[in-house]
């Protein structure tokens, strides 16, 4: 039990800095953004200016209602930015965690250890896991004190299945992570896999429906598992939870498995 | 002056064997037994066959020049590394099948420094500690202490040399019963080289295995039983130091009576002969027998043998010979 521990601890304390400026980062982003929400909301025009707006661009960006206090929060934040920054913050702390130590050779000396390489990579997994949910119950936090403070007035029964949609969607993305960085130990590789999954996954859900023939391959991004079903609004089916953390923790699997079968890169 | 004679083995060790060492009493089975280790990275050759037993109690030499796949040896053994063909052995058990359990009868000392940056050498040292069975905060403060380390230095703050002893530190932590130690002096001063020594023999005197592949000869001459001698992915050297040792050229100078003898120049062992009045030179290489015994009558007025250098052996046994050269875009890529 003393050694599980110790190899979660490990990578728990060495992902500490970035764990915690990713938390501030999206603190101070929500906070600010809903800072802004009163003068908005008092503000007139903004109809006439979402009256000019295309309604596929309006779809596509998380525009819709965007002077209802749910369209104000999905398209300032959890369309695009939120979602994206906690993929982002899963892909780079599962490559710190895994890829980067081992190409450097950091991970050797644990390597070396009484241990196996599955438990070694698994508590890293679960490092960065880790760090994800206290990133996201962070946002929680933030989002509903501040909803408090404005008074946005949005059922936290709305507010908490987003923040943990989000926060499954960078645990999926810190999950493919995992599979590369378990397959190949490259963290170039890794990072590319991830921010182009990052990225083209939010073009898929957000760019496809604009045409009739890719529209229907548009509910194969992940994004669109975790934000189709405009969350902030309607109540969230059962099958998008599991349709992240299904996949999720298959591709940890496989990535920790294959760590084991190959050769560890150093330096 | 052909080199060539310095790649004999001197004692190579058979492979036989291996089907019965499947027990894990370390009083009987060889602490480490490699046969016939080939490792590949794609088309780069960097192991070509290794066979090697290392012996309880033994410190156990292991040199060569870079690229010669010393460190991928020591990688196989601790399941870094899958070979591509060929046996490994630790305790009788193969690392790969068993490499955790392996491993805590194991402390390693990796050639290359990379520690976390982050960490203080307290916190490494005994997160490391604490992975193994038995982790002693007594003996941590006092091997700090024999070894000047501030512990509570955070690492990316340390020099080459205090991360190295933190590195020591990491394999002398625990009472392993085999050491395998990568460079494990590099970048320490002369006066912790010799704590480290004397670490090592004491470690030696309590009944654990070494296994030190380094480049510093004198270091390998003061502590180690036997050695091998890696070039290019094979041993081309293996035996006591001595043995080791006789293969080395030694420079021999004998003065005469009389005009010196022409029929020096035949005794086995003996090049580069000059015969210069009463004075002859010549380079000797294996044992001086043949040369004493050829001499023995002769009206001989002093004679010289130097006394053979283990560096000497080593530079002709590293000098690389057509046949075994390393491809050119092997040599960046077979760690040493």
Not at chain 1, 116 to 122: A, C, K
Not at chain 1, 192 to 213: K, Q, T
Not at chain 2, 134 to 148: I, M, T
Request: hydrophobic residues 50%; contains cysteine.
């Amino acid at each position: 039990m003393r050694r599980a521990w110790e190899l979660v601890a490990v990578p728990l304390r060495a992902a500490r800095r970035a764990g915690t400026v990713w938390g501030i980062s999206l603190v101070i982003l929500i906070g600010l953004t809903i800072a802004f929400y009163p003068s908005f909301r008092d503000s007139s025009g903004i109809e006439d200016i979402m009256a000019d707006i295309p309604q596929p661009l309006i779809d596509a960006f998380g525009l819709a209602d965007f002077n209802s206090p749910a369209g104000f929060l999905r398209g300032n934040l959890y369309a695009v930015l939120v979602p994206l920054l906690l993929a982002v913050a899963g892909v780079l702390l599962m490559n710190g965690q895994t890829a980067t130590d081992e190409d450097s050779g950091r991970m050797e000396p644990y390597l070396a250890q009484p241990v196996t390489r599955v438990s070694i990579f698994l508590g890293r997994v679960a490092a960065v896991l880790f760090w994800l949910l206290v990133i996201g119950l962070l946002v929680l936090a933030t989002q509903l004190v501040a909803d408090e403070l404005v008074d946005l007035e949005i059922a936290t029964d709305r507010i908490v299945p987003t923040v943990i949609l989000c926060v499954l969607l960078g645990v999926l993305h810190a999950a493919v992570a995992a599979l590369v960085a378990g397959w190949t130990g490259r963290p170039g590789l890794v990072l590319g896999v991830g921010m182009a999954l990052a990225v083209g996954g939010y073009v898929v859900m957000a760019l496809f429906p604009l045409s009739d023939v890719l529209e229907p391959w548009r509910n194969v991004s992940p994004w669109a598992w975790a934000l189709a079903g405009d969350p902030l609004v309607n109540e969230t089916e059962a099958w998008r939870y599991l349709a992240l953390i299904g996949p999720a923790a298959l591709l940890i699997a496989a990535g920790t498995w294959l760590f084991r079968m190959r050769d560890v890169q150093a330096g | 002056m052909g080199r060539k004679r310095g790649r004999a083995q001197v004692a190579c060790e058979p492979a036989a064997g291996w089907s019965t060492l499947e027990t894990v009493n370390t009083a009987t089975v060889e602490p480490l037994r490699i046969a016939g280790l080939v490792k590949d990275y794609g088309r780069v050759h960097a192991v070509r066959g290794i066979d090697l037993e290392v012996r309880a109690g033994e410190v156990f030499g292991f040199v060569g020049p870079n690229g010669a796949g010393k460190s991928t040896t020591i990688r196989c053994v601790l399941d870094l590394l899958h070979p591509t063909a060929g046996e490994v052995r630790v305790f009788g058990r193969d690392p790969q099948l068993e490499g955790a359990s392996i491993r805590e009868q194991v402390a390693y000392i990796p050639g290359e420094l990379r520690l976390p940056e982050r960490l203080t050498g307290r916190q490494f040292l005994t997160s490391i500690g604490r992975l193994r069975r038995r982790f002693d905060r007594s003996r941590l403060e006092e091997l700090a202490a024999r070894f000047k380390l501030d512990l509570d230095r955070n690492i990316r703050n340390l020099s080459s040399g205090n991360r190295r002893k933190v590195s020591v530190l990491s394999a002398f932590l625990s009472d392993a019963d085999l050491l395998i130690l990568d460079e494990p002096t590099s970048g320490l001063d002369p006066l912790m080289q010799h704590e480290f020594l004397q670490l090592v023999r004491e470690r030696k005197a309590a009944g654990a295995t070494v296994f030190l592949s380094s480049h510093i000869l004198s270091e390998v001459q003061s502590v180690a039983d036997r050695l091998a001698v890696l070039r290019a992915g094979r041993i081309v050297a293996q035996g006591t130091v001595n043995e080791v040792r006789g293969l080395a050229r030694q420079r021999v100078e004998v003065w005469f009576e009389t005009d010196a003898p022409a029929g020096l120049v035949q005794v086995p062992g003996l090049g580069e002969p000059q015969v210069d009045g009463r004075r002859f030179t010549a380079v000797l290489t294996g044992p001086a027998r043949p040369l004493i015994d050829a001499l023995a009558g002769m009206p001989i007025d002093s004679i010289l043998i130097e006394e053979p250098d283990l560096e000497e052996a080593f530079l002709g046994l590293y000098e690389a010979s057509d046949d075994d050269e390393l491809p050119d875009d092997a040599r960046g890529e077979a760690r040493s």
